[in-house]
């Protein structure tokens, strides 16, 4: 039975998708990797994998979502019966992810609360892991909870349960706010940051490109996921939240606006991101290479470091995670909604108000681990396996069964009717062998690195923990496979 959670508007849709694919990913990931992997060498891959890849992706998730009007187990397993584990792998990977993303944007909560008195100006290293994080010696030493966290915790998911506990409903009104106050803040930072003195070598790093370092894979590696990640695809989060949608609304127009407007905040918040860091360079007289940092350290320590330095640094502080934590909530929202969906998908008769409470009070419960002293590790390992494994395998699993097993050209004929937009035969190929191929490719290059060299150096136990997160979901998915049988009901569906 199709659920009858409805968008009030196609337009509302389009905030939804844009607020849940625009998030931390997009400022503090993105330009970090962008740094890392040479700047303008970067970007020429992310942007590849970005049109190639990640949007005929989205436009097969939102085509799936939207013709079969279930959440996402159901959704797969209407297509065929032997895939309804792709849709349970995709439903543990969000609930996964978003168990430690409101982590960071408790962090973000912690500082923009201590904003105004810029408390870390002296030491923002300090500051960041031993004030913030009180981080222990190592990943074998939990160090208990770290109380200021959990308190923070509490109030992000309080924030998450209020936003989504109506459906599409109360998320419907939420991004109405939560999508243009980010950007508007965005757009302020940026004007401050062109004023910076420094700021052009930033720019000259961020968009120089350095061709030998497209030669790695591994810049291609990152690249393919960052551009999944950000477009919060293969998480079955677009997929849900086009069951929202009726059957015979747009798919293509709003597939693209999605992702050009993704795309364009990514680019536009590595543009600020590298002023600030030209501006820093600049203050401390070395090179902006030198001041580029990990993932964690751009946005909690480089950041409030460059903030401290500037003319009202308590006024820019608050306005820069006040950006964070308004960017990271329609994104977290947007990974609860699958597993609220399935729920329902399995027990109609349930409240949404219900379901989304246990899902939120779940998750915080798993994202307990994250407060502990140690939590900085676990997040780190976490990651790491989901984003680089259960996301290309859900991918995979849906390019194969959209592409192959259901049929490419009867998708595109059931997107070409609904949208005004047409997509050419260039879409079945991605879907059928680009994707497909690319992925298998991507997949063995990191499952070999992993097997070589310990991720981060971190010890057995704990990367074991790190591989529970890839091998239980899939685990769970094929088991799923094996009583495809018993889909009681769940023919093969055709798009009429
Ligand atoms: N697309 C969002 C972001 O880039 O922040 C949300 C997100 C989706 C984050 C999936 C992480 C993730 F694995």
């Not at 995709?90 to 962090?107: E, Q, R």
Request: charged share 10%.
């Amino acid at each position: 039975m199709a659920h009858d959670n409805k968008w009030s508007s196609q337009t509302v849709f389009i905030l939804a998708a844009v607020g849940s694919a625009v998030g931390l990913g997009n400022v503090w990931r993105f330009p970090y990797l962008a740094g890392q992997y040479g700047g303008g060498a970067f970007l020429i891959p992310y942007l590849i994998a970005f049109v190639v890849m990640a949007t005929p992706i989205l436009i097969l998730e939102l085509a799936i979502g939207q013709r079969m009007q279930r959440g996402p187990i159901k959704s797969l397993r209407h297509m065929h019966p032997a895939f309804g584990g792709v849709g349970l792998l995709g439903v543990i990977s969000a609930f996964l992810v978003v168990a430690y993303y409101a982590v960071v944007m408790a962090w973000c909560l912690l500082y923009l609360l201590r904003s105004f008195a810029v408390a870390w100006a002296d030491d923002p290293e300090g500051y960041f892991f031993g004030n913030v994080l009180q981080i222990s010696d190592g990943v074998g030493q939990l160090g208990g909870f770290n109380w200021p966290v959990v308190a923070a915790l509490a109030v992000i998911w309080l924030m998450i349960y209020f936003c989504i506990w109506q459906g599409p409903k109360s998320v419907g009104k939420v991004v109405l706010y939560t999508v243009p106050i980010p950007v508007a803040v965005l757009g302020v930072l940026f004007v401050r940051s062109v004023m910076l003195p420094g700021f052009w070598p930033g720019w000259q790093l961020y968009i120089t490109p350095v061709w030998s370092a497209m030669l790695s894979p591994e810049v291609w590696t990152a690249a393919a996921s960052q551009a999944f990640l950000t477009l919060s695809v293969a998480f079955a989060i677009m997929l849900t939240y086009a069951s929202y949608k009726n059957p015979d609304e747009d798919i293509v127009q709003s597939s693209w606006i999605t992702a050009l407007a993704d795309m364009a905040i990514s680019l536009f918040a590595g543009f600020v991101v590298f002023a600030v860091l030209g501006y820093m360079a600049w203050s401390a007289n070395t090179s902006v290479a030198e001041v580029t940092t990990s993932g964690p350290g751009l946005a909690f320590v480089v950041f409030p470091q460059a903030l401290s330095l500037m003319p009202l640094p308590g006024l820019f502080s608050a306005l820069f995670f006040f950006m964070l934590l308004t960017l990271g909530i329609d994104s977290a929202f947007s990974l609860v909604e699958p597993a609220i969906a399935t729920i329902l998908d399995i027990k109609p008769e349930l409240k949404n108000t219900q379901v989304a409470g246990w899902v939120c009070l779940a998750a915080f419960g798993v994202g307990l681990l994250y407060t502990t002293r140690a939590g900085l590790y676990f997040l780190d390992i976490v990651d790491h396996f989901v984003v680089s494994y259960n996301a290309m395998l859900m991918a995979l699993g849906m390019a194969i069964l959209g592409g192959w097993v259901f049929g490419a050209e009867l998708l595109r004929r059931y997107i070409n009717e609904v949208s005004q937009w047409q997509i050419g035969r260039w879409w079945n190929w991605s879907i059928k062998w680009l994707v497909p191929g690319v992925l298998a490719i991507l997949l063995a290059t990191q499952l070999s690195t992993d097997l070589r060299t310990p991720y981060e150096g971190y010890p057995a136990w704990a990367l074991a923990l790190g591989w529970a997160t890839v091998v239980v979901p899939v685990g769970l998915g094929l088991w799923m496979v094996r009583g495809f049988g018993a889909a009681a009901g769940d023919r093969k569906a055709t798009p009429e």
